[in-house]
């Protein structure tokens, strides 16, 4: 789920954890029926499986997914959902966690060979070289920005090649500010809890 929202508690057994792993839609034990069941087999409202990850002593499974529809048989997107809650299908994930990924590998090449990291060399050159960059980077995003727009104004249905510029600029803006902060080194959770903050008033 996007948000962690807990959807339903079930039992799994061996069999129904290897067709979860092997078809990537969860399955599970009914014990009522005594046989495997996969989730939404009847409704068409399946889990689809993100990640999984077992306890501390390996006697409880929690699984990450997708519901596709309601996942309680009340019509309710959780379980624990009063059943009078009506059904909202919950946003589309952005994939923000994979910038954990893209911070990481900028703090291991913060201590690489300059002649061989991209990412040393403009954390060699101090404020500025990050710094530049993010500046030059924004300036780009501002012009494919609108370059897609008039695109969208003379031909809405061939704009492929300036929301991938748009795109690929905006990744360049995202890294190069990264490292601005990893020069100074101010982590992004602080710029999280900024953000936090404002979402608030």
Sequence with gaps: MADGRVLMLAYMDAEALAATLARGEVHFHSRSRDRLWRKGETSGNVLRLVDLAADCDSDALLLQVEPVGPTCHHGTRSCFDPRETPFAAPAARQGFDWLETLWATIEAR???DPAESYTARLLAKGVYGPSRKVAEEAVEVLMAAKDDAVAEASAPDGRETTRNALAGEVADLLYHTLV?????????????????ERHKV
């Design 180 to 196: 601005v902060l990893r020069e100074r080194g101010l982590a992004p959770s602080a710029v999280i809890a900024r953000l936090r």
């Design 110 to 112: 913060a201590t690489a």
